[in-house]
């Protein structure tokens, strides 16, 4: 029952180096996000996706892209990492429907180091 | 745009006692309001939602809720605290902008419990 899963884990990035995080779940929810989460700033939304085939901007999206690639993957790309990107990332799923689904599964995150 | 806050970074309380971790909310319409707590190097895990209905809203691990519309809060509780409650809890509220609903979260407050 592995719910949502990360990977990697932990990353460390130079300057100008690109890498993409995914993300994958396993309860055939429609919706999924990605957020950061800053010290002092909870989480913010980076990016999410409705459903398959769709995505749209969140609050801070600047410097990222995203991918819906399945309704079960949603992978998070940096192109040209910057230490502002130096954060933990979660990614998050929904199932679509009444509002007595409004809950958020998350993954345990990646903590990205970008120097 | 709906938020909420959490005017404490940090709350402190011995164990045995209550606990009350505070949250305020500003929203146009009807809120729909949650509560995620996170452990340590863990995601988010959903502790409660208020849709409608009964002011107190029960929870996970012994946690309530309490709905103030006049205050605009939605502060929570817990009588008698654990040492295992001592984790970083996140007030959140949905927003139905856009193509998907999405959780707009507070910034986090610390909930040290001491023996």
């Known amino acids: 029952n592995a719910g949502v899963t990360q990977t990697p884990k932990f990353q460390v990035l130079k300057t100008g180096q690109s890498m993409t995080l995914q993300c994958a779940q396993d309860?055939?929810?429609?919706?999924m996000y990605w957020y950061r989460q800053d010290p002092g700033m909870g989480l913010r939304l980076i990016y999410y996706?409705?459903?398959?085939?769709?995505?749209d901007k969140g609050e801070v999206p600047n410097g990222y892209n995203v991918s819906r690639l399945n309704k079960r993957e949603f992978s998070l790309r940096l192109e040209s990492a910057a230490p502002s990107q130096t954060s933990v990332y979660f990614c998050?799923?929904?199932?679509?429907?009444?509002?007595?689904?409004?809950?958020?599964?998350f993954g345990s995150g990646t903590q990205l180091s970008v120097l | 745009a709906q938020s909420v806050a959490q005017p404490e970074d940090q709350v402190n309380v011995a164990e045995g006692n209550p606990l009350t971790v505070k949250c305020t909310y500003s929203?146009?319409?009807?809120?729909?309001l949650f509560w995620y707590v996170q452990y340590p190097n863990r995601g988010l895990q959903f502790l409660l939602k208020?849709?409608?209905?009964?002011?107190l809203v029960k929870g996970s691990y012994g946690f309530e809720a309490e709905f103030n519309k006049s205050q605009t809060s939605f502060h929570l509780k817990k009588p008698s605290a654990l040492v295992s409650d001592s984790a970083l809890y996140f007030c959140?509220?949905?927003?139905?902008?856009?193509?998907?609903?999405?959780?707009?979260f507070g910034t986090g407050t610390r909930l040290q419990v001491t023996l």
């Open positions: 998050a799923s929904r199932d679509r429907g009444l509002a007595a689904n409004e809950k958020l599964f």
């Open positions: 309860m055939n929810h429609n919706s």
């Open positions: 996706s409705a459903s398959e085939g769709t995505t």
């Open positions: 929203v146009s319409g009807n809120p729909y």
């Open positions: 208020y849709i409608t209905g009964d002011n």
């Open positions: 959140a509220v949905r927003d139905i902008t856009g193509t998907a609903s999405k959780l707009t």
